[in-house]
């Protein structure tokens, strides 16, 4: 709970200043709309701004009644520190939890690691039924699902190089163990947005994976679910896919990245 008395309000009038300046995009905002709009006079207002500018926090542009304030480049960067600084499974969890809370099956969230896709964080559904996928799990990409959606994200020639490297055995009679059946596969997971594991790993298990996309619009990671395969025949998976998508798409925005839509349309060609 937070302490009022320690609250600076100066400090909290520049964020709201801030804040403003963030939702009037690339027309910048006026001072005189800022100061009316966080209930400041309009030299206080000024005074926030001007230590802002210079830190490099805001910048501004035109003069006199048309200057203008903008966000500024130092909140890059300082974005930048912060997404470095928090891991990936640090952010997916909380999300995680939400998702396996609403659907009720486990997530886990995962990232390729020398060619296997690798779970780091790990949310089990309530019940009594627990899957095999202990944290530092390496899953071949080829019949994995959360392996799959991050193949599909890369250009298609880096992506089959990679599953003839690390081999693509059958694990089960339904493995799509040929290059040109796993191929295929992965084009429909580019068009639809999620890969799905059936029983392509283990016997009776299903998988759905979304992918997970950092600023620069390239995989991080992906996040699936799994439940056994008589509990989520082939033709619910529309069902879950939907949300799964979704919380993939929350992980990727607080990684400063794009939505799936958007990731998808720009995926690397060949």
């Not at 400090?11 to 804040?19: H, I, K, N, Q, S």
């Not at 891991?87 to 969230?109: E, N, W």
């Amino acid at each position: 709970m937070t302490d009022e008395r320690y609250r600076v309000q100066s400090l909290g009038r520049a964020l709201d200043l801030l804040d403003k300046i963030a939702e009037s995009g690339q027309a910048g905002a006026r001072l005189t709309d800022l100061a009316r709009d966080i209930g400041l006079s309009k030299p206080a207002a000024y005074a926030i701004l001007v230590t802002l500018r210079a830190r490099g926090i805001v910048t501004d542009i035109g003069e006199g009644m048309t200057r203008r304030y903008r966000l500024g480049l130092s909140l890059l960067r300082l974005g930048d520190l912060a997404v470095s600084n928090t891991g990936l499974a640090d952010i997916a969890l909380p999300i995680l939890r939400d998702l396996t809370q609403m659907i009720g099956m486990t997530s886990r969230v995962a990232m390729m690691d020398d060619g296997f896709a690798v779970v780091i964080g790990r949310v089990d559904a309530p019940g009594a039924i627990r899957f095999n996928a202990a944290l530092g799990r390496r899953e071949r990409p080829h019949c994995s699902g959360v392996g799959k959606v991050l193949l599909a994200a890369m250009p298609r020639a880096n992506a089959l190089e990679l599953v003839e490297r690390v081999g693509h055995p059958p694990r089960t009679p339904k493995t799509l163990s040929t290059i040109e059946a796993l191929n295929a596969d992965l084009d429909q997971i580019a068009v639809r947005h999620y890969a799905i594991d059936d029983e392509e790993d283990h016997e009776g298990i299903i998988c759905v994976a979304a992918a997970v996309f950092g600023r620069d619009g390239q995989t991080v990671g992906a996040i699936s679910v799994t439940t056994l395969k008589q509990l989520l025949p082939l033709e619910a998976v529309g069902s879950i896919a939907g949300p799964l998508v979704q919380h993939a798409d929350l992980i990727s925005r607080a990684l400063g990245g794009p939505s799936a839509a958007e990731a998808w349309l720009l995926r690397p060609q060949g």
